[in-house]
């Protein structure tokens, strides 16, 4: 595939995917079955919650993932979203299952100067992974904030995004197997769009007590009341109600609970596909 091919497959698991993580696996959807066979392999990372919080997850959808495999397996192994088949529409490749370091040490133009990066590039920094989408985003499969596949910022690049969560990556290089078209990012702050053609571009960050009568809040109140998780007054006010109400849909639907509306809330409450 081309790089521009690969950040879309990314970027398209991270919005349209019930994703979650989990070590050892490349993108199975989470059963009973799978839960068990990864806890005999790997006892000391699926502890007891863990497990719990997986089991909770059966039966809805959900696809298990860690950093590598994530890549691995939309890059090498032609992950598709198959809920029938036992590994997503996998089909594993042992010549081609590299640890975290050793899939970097097969990229080329390995650089830690974050200047000229490409769409489509490894991240790497110790023990963890991900993919650059463009426009200072990445694609990273991670248990920090939501838990799963998400768009987060690249905070090396310096680009303005609308991401939630960002982190600061060692390396990058070209991925082995993937045909890199040159493509530029978008420089100029006052032009970046997060994700192209998304709905999103216009929305800012919003939490208790700021932006008083911007209208994206009477917008986030209406699509909570729709949702049947706000049975306030809209009035442009983001007070305690509304941040009750937003802890709540974030609970419910399994991201970050923090009442604060920042990308992917805004994903969940648009259910953007």
């Known amino acids: 595939m081309t790089n521009i091919e690969l950040a879309n497959k990314a970027k398209e698991v991270a919005i349209?995917?019930?994703?979650?993580?989990?070590?050892g696996m490349f993108g199975q959807p989470i059963t009973d079955s799978i839960i068990q066979q990864k806890a005999k392999q790997l006892s000391h990372w699926y502890t007891a919650s863990r497990r719990a919080m997986l089991y909770g997850l059966v039966g809805h959808?959900?696809?298990g993932f860690d950093c590598v495999c994530f890549v691995k397996s939309i890059t090498f192994w032609g992950w598709n979203g198959?809920?029938?088949?036992?590994?997503?529409?996998?089909?594993?490749?042992?010549?081609?299952?590299?640890?975290?370091?050793?899939?970097?040490?097969?990229?080329t133009n390995v650089s830690d100067d974050f200047k000229n990066i490409e769409i489509g590039e490894y991240l790497w920094t110790d023990g963890h992974c991900g993919i650059y989408i463009g426009d200072g985003l990445a694609v990273e499969c991670t248990p920090k904030w939501d838990n799963g596949v998400q768009i987060t910022e690249v905070t090396n690049v310096g680009l303005l995004t609308t991401a939630t969560y960002g982190r600061t990556w060692k390396k990058h290089g070209k991925l082995p197997s993937v045909t890199y078209i040159k493509t530029e990012d978008k420089k100029?702050?006052?032009?970046?769009k997060p994700i192209e053609d998304s709905v999103l571009v216009?929305?800012?960050?919003?939490s208790k007590g700021k932006h008083r009568g911007n209208p994206l809040i009477c917008t986030l109140q209406t699509l909570l009341k729709a949702l049947g998780f706000y049975d306030m007054d809209i009035d442009g006010s983001f007070g305690p109600g509304t941040e009750k109400a937003v802890k709540e849909f974030q609970t419910k639907t399994k991201i970050a609970c923090d009442g604060i509306v920042g990308y992917n809330t805004w994903c969940k409450l648009l259910a953007i596909q």
């Open 16 to 23: 349209n995917y019930k994703t979650v993580y989990a070590n």
């Open 82 to 107: 198959n809920a029938d088949s036992v590994n997503g529409g996998a089909k594993y490749d042992g010549s081609t299952d590299y640890t975290e370091d050793g899939l970097l040490d097969k990229c």
């Open 61 to 63: 959808g959900y696809f």
């Open 202 to 206: 216009p929305l800012l960050q919003l």
């Open 188 to 192: 100029d702050k006052a032009e970046i």
